[in-house]
């Protein structure tokens, strides 16, 4: 993925992004997005059902100790999605006084529910 998202896109790639010494180079990175047509290959619905089966058998792998769950790509971020649409997405306390300071600059007001900073 990194020679598609990098090398293909003309962006930086390993060490060319920087060193531990150096440090990054930041406005270098490349991206990659791709779709598939899973049809095209296998019927979706068994599809879903083996990859379903994948990730079952991931979940039920020995863990090392200490480690309460195994996730699979995209399960935390998925989790994340979930618990910030349920909760609200938090913000630190640096990015609640922007928003405040640029509110009051514009003349408008912050909700009362606002979180002050």
Do not use: C, W
Not at 92 to 103: F, H, I, M
């Amino acid at each position: 993925m990194g020679l598609l998202s990098a090398v293909l896109a003309g962006a930086s790639y390993g060490t060319e992004l920087g060193s531990v010494t150096e440090g990054p180079r930041p406005g270098q990175d490349g991206h990659f997005l791709g779709a598939i047509r899973i049809a095209a290959f296998e019927d979706p619905e068994r599809f879903k059902r083996r990859i379903d089966t994948v990730v079952r058998e991931i979940h039920a792998s020995r863990r090392a100790e200490g480690v309460e769950r195994i996730y699979v790509s995209g399960e935390i971020e998925a989790e994340t999605e979930r618990r910030y649409r349920r909760e609200g997405i938090p913000l630190n306390a640096a990015t609640l006084e922007g928003v405040a300071k640029a509110a009051a600059k514009l003349g408008a007001g912050l909700p009362a529910a606002f979180p002050s900073a």
